[in-house]
């Protein structure tokens, strides 16, 4: 039996939160490139940023029957959480609660709601289900950066153009 979106998640958060733990501290505090970009902290930050915003959208789906709200500012919300000054351990604690919160409530998810319109910023309207699907993606792909993987799980770019590519996709 395949595992639910919930599950995936759970299993996730046990595997990479291990995994994220045994990265030293001066290694998540590295910018790559000489100062280029985000260093492991901040990027851990941004996927801390995701699960805030998506458990958001997902309840206001779940209980409104849709979700419509803005983007979100990545950047900004890096800044402003001041991931980079964070202690490590700290990160990764919050970002296993964070993600463990989050699937129960994606475990708590009645099968007739997944169809919920969910419309983020300018895109096009698209469902819960894709929502969940698409967080789960990111999330992998960034964890896949953190942890320095040879092989890193593709994910086409920003929700926004995810979210644009699939409206213009053809029924199936």
């Known amino acids: 039996m395949a595992q639910t979106p919930g599950q995936r998640l759970k299993e996730t958060v046990q595997e990479e939160g291990a995994k994220l ?87 708590r998810i009645p099968n007739e709601r997944l169809s919920a319109h969910c419309k983020v910023g300018d895109a096009d309207p698209v469902s819960l289900e894709f929502l969940i699907d698409d967080y789960l993606l990111h999330m992998q792909h960034h964890l896949d950066h953190i942890l320095g993987r040879e092989r890193q799980t593709a994910y086409p770019g920003s929700l926004r153009e995810e979210l644009t590519t699939q409206s213009k996709a053809p029924d199936a």
């Open 21 to 107: 733990r045994a990265v030293p501290e001066r290694e998540a505090a590295a910018r790559p490139g000489g100062g280029e970009g985000w260093s492991r902290k901040q990027e851990l930050g941004h996927l801390i940023d995701s699960a805030t915003n998506n458990r958001m959208r997902f309840i206001v789906a779940v209980l409104n029957r849709n979700f419509t709200g803005p983007t979100y500012d990545g950047r900004g919300w890096v800044e402003l959480g001041g991931y980079a000054d964070a202690p490590w351990a700290d990160l990764v604690e919050l970002w296993v609660r964070s993600n463990d919160a989050l699937a129960r409530v994606i475990e």
